[in-house]
């Protein structure tokens, strides 16, 4: 079955650090990718999605990019911010699979001022 | 985009009681879902709800324990049902608008603790 995969937390840095969450994916079909961010004490908000090979999602200084030959969904910030702590999900929607969701276990970011 | 909210946000429950979890999306949409995710842990999909049909539940969830209504298509309800402390997790109810597996906006969850 369809699975994402993510580096292990937690990862902690600097503020203005670079930012790298890997992310890897396996899908029987063409999946849509997504990053998902749960704040503490709230609920998931989505982040940034690409729906196609090669396609770069953005949000508020974050990018990934599909990488198809890789399976990979990498979410990256060139210079990160307090309040940039909290839970990273990489998640996937394979038409396969009907309209359910698969998430990666996710990753705690603590920024340090 | 969607707002959802749920109701109540936490609640403390007694094993053995049952608790009903709300969630009001401010627009109609065909399909909602509804998640668990266990302390520390990633999101599990507990069942799919349309209006209009029974809810499709995943593997290793049951609608005797956790019962979902869909009376309309801004609002569902999740029962826990016979609680113990296993169940104490953050529930969050999900939409998909597009109906098209293209995003799903999450509510901020019912964070549940059961003694």
């Known amino acids: 079955g369809d699975s994402v995969t993510q580096m292990e937390g937690p990862v902690t840095l600097s503020e203005e650090a670079f930012l790298t969450i890997n992310c890897t994916y396996t899908?029987?079909?063409?999946?849509?990718l997504f990053w998902y961010v749960q704040y503490p004490g709230e609920g998931l908000q989505l982040l940034l999605k690409?729906?196609?090979?090669?396609d770069k999602g953005s949000n508020k200084g974050f990018e990934a990019t599909y990488r198809k030959e890789t399976t990979s969904f990498h979410l990256e910030k060139g210079s990160v911010q307090v309040s940039d702590s909290a839970v990273y999900f990489c998640a996937l929607s394979d038409p396969n699979y009907g309209q359910n969701f698969v998430f990666g276990p996710g990753t705690r970011l603590s920024v340090l001022p | 985009s969607a707002v959802i909210s749920q109701k109540p946000s936490r609640d403390i429950c007694q094993r053995g009681t049952s608790l009903t979890i709300q969630c009001q999306v401010d627009s109609q949409v065909t399909m909602m879902f509804w998640y668990r995710q266990q302390p520390g842990q990633s999101l599990t999909l507990i069942a799919t709800a349309n209006q209009g049909s029974e809810a499709t539940y995943e593997s290793g969830f049951v609608i005797d324990k956790f019962p979902i209504s869909r009376p309309n298509l801004t609002f569902s309800t999740l029962t826990v049902s016979n609680m113990s402390p296993e169940d104490s997790s953050i529930y969050l109810c999900s939409v998909d608008p597009t109906g098209n597996a293209d995003t799903q906006y999450f509510g901020p969850g019912t964070r549940l603790t059961v003694l």
């Open positions: 899908a029987t079909g063409y999946p849509s």
């Open positions: 690409a729906t196609k090979a090669d």
